[in-house]
């Protein structure tokens, strides 16, 4: 099953921001509840935010306030923009639809001090 390509991980210091970006396959027509996971070393995969094809969005509590998940339907795409990141961000964070129970790599965000 093709999966969407996470990218736009990296080190950063906290405090710091980042943007992930998540292209999906599909018809922009067609494209469901989109999902940003993350699973630190040692920890449980948890979800961080979910974004509906009208744009409603749901977060978990511990990014509310610092994290905006968007997308852009024409470009297939879902954002994860990720400010004042804290060392316990540091996570691998994944992309998918809601329904689907497939995986893909991920991209490494690495929050240091």
């Known amino acids: 099953q093709v999966q969407p390509v996470e990218s736009g991980g990296g080190l950063v210091q906290a405090g710091g921001s980042l943007r992930l970006s998540c292209a999906a396959s599909?018809?922009?027509?067609?494209?469901?509840?989109m999902g940003w996971y993350r699973q630190a070393p040692g920890k449980e995969r948890e979800a961080v935010a979910t974004?509906?094809?009208?744009?409603?969005?749901s977060y978990a509590d511990f990014v509310k306030g610092r994290f905006t998940i968007s997308r852009d339907n024409a470009k297939n795409t879902v954002y994860l923009q990720m400010n004042s990141l804290k060392p316990e961000d540091t996570a691998v964070y994944y992309c998918?639809?809601?329904?689907?129970?497939?995986w893909g790599q991920g991209t490494q965000v690495t929050v240091s001090s």
């Open positions: 998918k639809r809601v329904t689907s129970s497939t």
């Open positions: 974004i509906t094809s009208g744009g409603s969005t």
């Open positions: 599909g018809s922009i027509f067609s494209i469901g509840t």
